[in-house]
């Protein structure tokens, strides 16, 4: 017999297509090396970098960027620690300036305790940056009518929290997640707040379209470890959806056949 081998579709990002749904961050490690290793256990392709946190001369041996080879990574500017809208719309045009591509994820915090993000200036930025050719991946909370003026505004990804960036609580409401994926053409990303794998796999469940952290993996006691777990996590939870679960019962329903029983 031919083992069964389930061939999914790519995820298609603003043309470019992607194998791995497990996007990565790159800061919190405990070293490069580290770092470097667990990306590579994850699978992933897409890894971002904090602009306004990361030395960008890449000759650097120290820094972030040494390690991580532009051909075996897609490297994406993020806007991590931005308050206002100009300030990511400055980072994200220094990020460009600096050798990036025109890719950005965008991300204004609102609130410096619980790090939710400020979705009107998201927005206004996201409108700046689309009009400079940017393609824009936009952070935000799992608010689906401000998910839809993101796409409106023409961003390439919306990004919606599963809950508060580094607080590993995982997926807090995966109906407003279930419900922007429903409703939105461009991918749906999931953004924050995955603290395992279990998390991972939930969330994936949902049939969004790929998973971004950070913490999960860089604070694991193996990250390494970790970035493997997270792997197999998105992997099984695209499938999960993919292969459609069964009903939830309220009742039990036996798992085999009631008819043409023998006799006792």
Known sequence: ?????????????????????????????????????????????????????????????????????????????????????????????????????????LEVIGDSTTLLPDTQATL?????????????????????????????AGCVAVMPLASPIGSGLGLVNPYYVREIKRRLSVPVIVDAGVGTASDACITMEQGVDAILMNTAVAEARDPVAMGRAMKLAVEAGRLAYLAGRMPKREIAVPSSPTTGMLDR
Not at 1 to 30: H, N, W
Not at 51 to 67: A, N, Q, S
Not at 129 to 144: C, I, P, Q, S
Request: aromatic content about 10%; hydrophobic content about 45%.
């Open 1 to 105: 017999m031919v083992p069964y081998e389930f061939q999914d579709t790519p995820l298609v990002i603003a043309g470019r297509e992607f194998k791995s749904r497990l996007i990565l961050g790159t800061g919190k490690y405990r070293d490069n090396a580290t770092m470097v290793a667990a990306l590579r256990a994850s699978g992933t392709e897409m890894v971002t970098v904090a602009v306004r946190r990361v030395d960008l001369d890449r000759t650097k041996e120290e820094g972030i960027l040494y390690h991580l080879d532009p051909k075996e990574f897609f490297l994406l500017p993020n806007t991590a620690g931005c308050y206002t809208a100009e300030e990511a719309v400055r980072y994200a045009r220094l990020a460009r300036a600096a050798g990036f591509t025109e890719w950005i994820k």
């Open 124 to 152: 206004e930025a996201a409108k700046i940056l689309v009009a400079e050719g940017f393609k824009v991946m936009a952070y935000t909370n799992e608010d689906l009518v401000m998910a839809l003026r993101l796409e409106d």
